[in-house]
Nanobody
Framework: QVQLAESGGGLVQAGGSLRLSCEASGRTVSSWTMGWFRQAPGKEREFVAAVSWSGANTYYADSVKGRFTISRDNAKNTVYLQMNSLKPEDTAVYYC??????????????????WGQGTQVTVSS
């Protein structure tokens, strides 16, 4: 069973940047899509970004397109989310997830089977 551990969250001012990391342990995740989701207080969990098993294909929610970049290092069993030009509405708990297929870009949480515990991102205005 894979364990996913997110890190890199914190408090940042609007316009700032953060880089989230998700390190997998227990087995390799190199064969599967990896994704990031987020959940703000009082709201449902929403898709942020996903990357195919090879890193060749990336998918983004419209709300983060052009500001966030997802990437992966299969040798390190780690996925990253570079977040630039952060806005207060980006405040949420960010979760890493392992996909059920090699290249899944539909953005539904049903396409992901294992989840991390989350890391808090707070953007102040």
């Amino acid at each position: 069973q894979v364990q996913l551990a997110e890190s890199g969250g914190g408090l940042v001012q609007a316009g700032g940047s953060l880089r989230l990391s998700c390190e997998a342990s227990g087995r390799t995740v190199s064969s599967w899509t990896m994704g990031w989701f987020r959940q703000a207080p009082g709201k449902e969990r929403e898709f942020v970004a996903a990357v195919s098993w090879s890193g060749a294909n990336t998918y983004y929610a419209d709300s983060v397109k052009g500001r966030f970049t997802i990437s992966r290092d299969n040798a390190k069993n780690t996925v990253y989310l570079q977040m630039n030009s952060l806005k207060p509405e980006d405040t949420a708990v960010y979760y890493c997830a392992e996909g059920r297929t090699k290249d899944y870009g539909l953005g539904s949480s049903a396409g992901f089977g294992s989840w991390g515990q989350g890391t808090q991102v707070t953007v102040s205005s």
